[in-house]
């Protein structure tokens, strides 16, 4: 009887409830929470307005589409974006927003709408920018595309534990579209789409920090470990490296100053 009792309660329902404030978090909230600094959010909303393609990657409940949401308030109001999501979180403000949203399956197995078929579609409703709320599988080729053909400035964002692991696994979903195309290919698609990875990560004492803005590598947080309250301690730093990115970003007037890339802040 105390076995079929504790069955029913493992096997009971569930419910996931994912909820987020009522006020969007804003990207002053960010520098005073530590999660970056303000010359990493001059270098952010840069490559936004410079019309940048960026991926965001990080962990589950890293503060990916909370990041997507502060970087989507620079994009100027005139631009027409279209969104593409699995469930609707994201809150532009802009005046000329096309959002779509995924659909499962019915109890027939029938009538779903994939992320893949929105991707394909949102092409036909002229974009000036695509934001996908995570790429998961096939529609990475098509986000790819796009990105590569005209609707520069996308962002999206991806699982993934480092900079590195997020690449690698464009990759793998690329895979997915069953394009037969080599590795070589494909690899040079991703480089040539994805102008920067924002790696963002919650942190074993719960705070949220973008620890990598890469093309390389430019910014990163140098982690010192926690102190004897479990609080994590670390630096961020430049690289001293100029990204490439900076001359095309200032053919659009966005002029990244020297000093980005020098400075740095114990948090």
Same mark, same amino acid.
């Given at each position: $009887? ?7 309660i ?23 929470? /530590?999660? $970056?600094?303000? =010359? ?13 393609n ?5 962990? *589950?409940?890293?503060?990916? !589409? *909370?990041s ?6 620079? %994009? ?5 974006? @279209? ?18 949203e !995924? ?12 992320? /893949? &078929? ?5 092409? /036909? ?17 098509? $986000?790819?595309?796009?990105m ?8 999206? !964002? ?22 037969s ?7 040079? &698609?991703?480089?040539?789409? %994805? ?14 920090? @973008?620890?990598?803005? #890469?093309? %390389? ?8 470990? =926690? ?7 670390? $630096?961020? /730093? ?19 100053? *020297? #000093? ?7 948090v």
């Amino acid at each position: $009887m105390e076995a079929k009792h504790a069955a029913e309660i493992v096997d009971g329902p569930c419910l996931s409830i994912r909820r987020f404030g009522r006020d969007r978090v804003t990207a002053r909230q960010l520098i005073e929470n /530590r999660s $970056m600094t303000e =010359p990493m959010l001059e270098l952010l909303s840069a490559t936004v307005k410079g019309r940048l393609n960026v991926l965001i990657s990080g962990g *589950t409940g890293a503060g990916k !589409t *909370t990041s997507l949401n502060v970087l989507s308030g620079y %994009i100027p109001n005139s631009e027409r974006i @279209v969104t593409i999501e699995d469930a609707a979180e994201l809150e532009l403000k802009q005046g000329h927003v096309v959002r779509l949203e !995924t659909r499962p399956p019915n109890i027939e197995g029938k009538g779903a709408v994939l992320q /893949r &078929q929105l991707v394909m579609n949102s092409l /036909r409703m002229r974009p000036d920018r695509i934001l996908l709320g995570e790429v998961r599988g096939a529609e990475t080729f098509d $986000m790819l595309q796009a990105m590569n053909t005209g609707h520069e400035g996308s962002l999206t !964002t991806v699982h993934a534990n480092s900079q590195r692991d997020a690449l690698a696994r464009l990759e793998s979903m690329f895979a997915m579209a069953n394009l037969s195309l080599p590795e070589r290919a494909m690899r040079q &698609q991703i480089a040539s789409a %994805i102008h920067a990875v924002v790696q963002v990560s919650r942190l074993s004492d719960g705070t949220r920090k @973008v620890m990598a803005i #890469s093309e %390389i590598g430019h910014f990163f947080f140098d982690r010192r470990g =926690p102190d004897e309250r479990g609080n994590v301690h670390g $630096m961020f /730093r430049a690289t001293g490296i100029r990204p490439k990115f900076a001359d095309r970003l200032a053919e659009v007037g966005c002029q990244l100053r *020297t #000093s980005l890339f020098e400075s740095k802040m114990e948090v």
